[in-house]
């Protein structure tokens, strides 16, 4: 089984204290070891952000892309891999602004994959711009006089694209974040949580306190596979009124389940007399 130590990799943390990024990442290591997902089966791809990080501070094998493309490469991986849990860490600037175009089309194929998404509402590894999620009105370094572009909601774009597993947490509930990464992580199909995770450095908006505040879950009177009940939901935001857990989901045959090419075994697999790369690694240790 795999344990918290199989996950620790030998980098140090060094998101900001408080930064929703450090509860989000423990949430997510809960679910490997509640799931088995390590090393064997799974794979974790990042884009560029504060969010990327997390392919340092997580011994699992991954990949860190260009800037808004972590999207095509892990579809890159679950094809020529179909057998490994592939799991997508993207920050809302990463796959709203820059990715914006791979979000809608693995939305609308429906691949395998499961996009986490870091939505602190802010470009923070620049130190602090606008995002595509940031509220009306934000003042940023970008935005002096405040946001005059419409806040993106990522729930409603990703239902009208296609997915079929859309669900949002709040990064510091974090049994509650583990539970919906594991369900995003047992759907057939492209599942996307959008986690609200504050930026304590930078957005001075989008804080814990505002989130622990105004947000509340979804209970058994909503139906996730009814469509129109979701989009309603999906476009709430305010005070006290914005909805946390599973939006949408359903059930339709994956894009990798259509290719017959993938109904046999992996199309590339772990070769188990790989070379020793010990000697390699050490030279670049
Ligand atoms: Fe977290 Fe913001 Fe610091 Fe980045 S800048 S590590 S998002 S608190």
Not at 149 to 173: C, E, H, K, Q, W
Not at 223 to 243: H, M, Q, Y
Request: charged letters at 20%; glycine letters at 8%; hydrophobic letters at 35%.
């Amino acid at each position: 089984m795999t344990t918290m130590q199989d996950l620790k990799s030998k980098c140090d943390v060094n998101w900001c204290p408080g930064c929703g990024n450090i509860p989000l990442w423990a949430a997510f290591k809960n679910a490997c070891v509640k799931e088995d997902w390590n090393n064997t089966n799974s794979c974790i791809v990042a884009g560029i952000g504060c969010h990327g990080h997390i392919v340092n501070f997580t011994k699992m094998t991954s990949f860190e892309g260009l800037h808004g493309r972590p999207l095509p490469v892990a579809t890159g991986v679950k094809l020529a891999n179909h057998k490994l849990n592939v799991f997508v860490f993207s920050g809302d600037g990463d796959s709203l602004g820059e990715g914006g175009n791979h979000f809608m089309h693995a939305c609308r194929r429906n691949h395998d994959i499961n996009l986490f998404m870091h939505d602190n509402s802010i470009y923070a590894l620049t130190t602090g711009q606008t995002s595509p999620a940031s509220p009306d009105g934000f003042v940023s370094k970008s935005t002096p006089k405040g946001n005059i572009d419409n806040m993106l909601t990522p729930i409603t774009l990703a239902i009208s694209a296609g997915a079929t597993f859309v669900a949002r947490a709040y990064a510091s509930d974090i049994p509650k974040l583990t539970e919906l990464m594991i369900a995003a992580a047992n759907h057939k199909g492209f599942s996307f949580v959008d986690i609200l995770q504050p930026c304590t450095t930078f957005n001075h908006v989008n804080t814990h306190e505002m989130y622990q505040k105004n947000t509340y879950y979804l209970d058994d009177t909503h139906d996730v596979t009814d469509l129109d009940a979701a989009f309603k939901k999906s476009r709430e935001w305010g005070d006290k009124k914005i909805p946390l857990g599973i939006f949408y989901k359903v059930d339709k045959p994956s894009y990798e389940s259509k290719v017959p090419q993938l109904q046999g075994d992996a199309l590339i697999t772990t070769s188990t007399d790989r070379p020793n790369m010990e000697a390699l690694y050490k030279q670049y240790a």
